[in-house]
């Protein structure tokens, strides 16, 4: 059974830094394709990041790409989202998730199978 736990959300003002964690179990983030997605209420879920788990190539949404960085510790098995000079914007459950692996990102919620709980970010303003 796979299991992604998310951590690390919180209230933060407009500039600050986050890092989210998402530890995975039941399955090796280093051959899983893996993304963070967004939502807020109203809101279809976003696109933030995605890592492919055999190329390890990255993918961002526009909104986030220079300041959002993905990155996995395989030792560890878990993802994380470095979260830069936040933006009010920003705001949203931030979810963890896996998929089957492959050399492509993918990007769209629909690839993927397991998803976490959820970590909520809240930017200030």
């Known amino acids: 059974q796979v299991q992604l736990v998310e951590s690390g959300g919180g209230l933060v003002q407009a500039g600050d830094s986050l890092r989210l964690s998402c530890a995975a179990s039941?399955?090796?983030?280093?051959?899983?394709?893996m993304g963070w997605f967004r939502q807020t209420p109203g809101k279809e879920r976003e696109f933030v990041a995605a890592?492919?788990?055999?190329?390890?190539?990255?993918s961002y949404a526009d909104s986030v790409k220079g300041r959002f960085t993905i990155s996995r510790d395989n030792a560890k098995n878990t993802l994380y989202l470095q979260m830069n000079s936040l933006e009010t914007d920003d705001t949203g459950v931030y979810s963890c998730a896996g998929g089957p692996n492959g050399y492509f990102v993918r990007r769209s919620p629909a690839n993927y199978n397991y998803w976490g709980q959820g970590t909520q970010v809240t930017v200030s303003s």
């Open positions: 890592i492919s788990g055999n190329s390890g190539a990255t």
């Open positions: 039941g399955r090796a983030v280093s051959s899983t394709n």
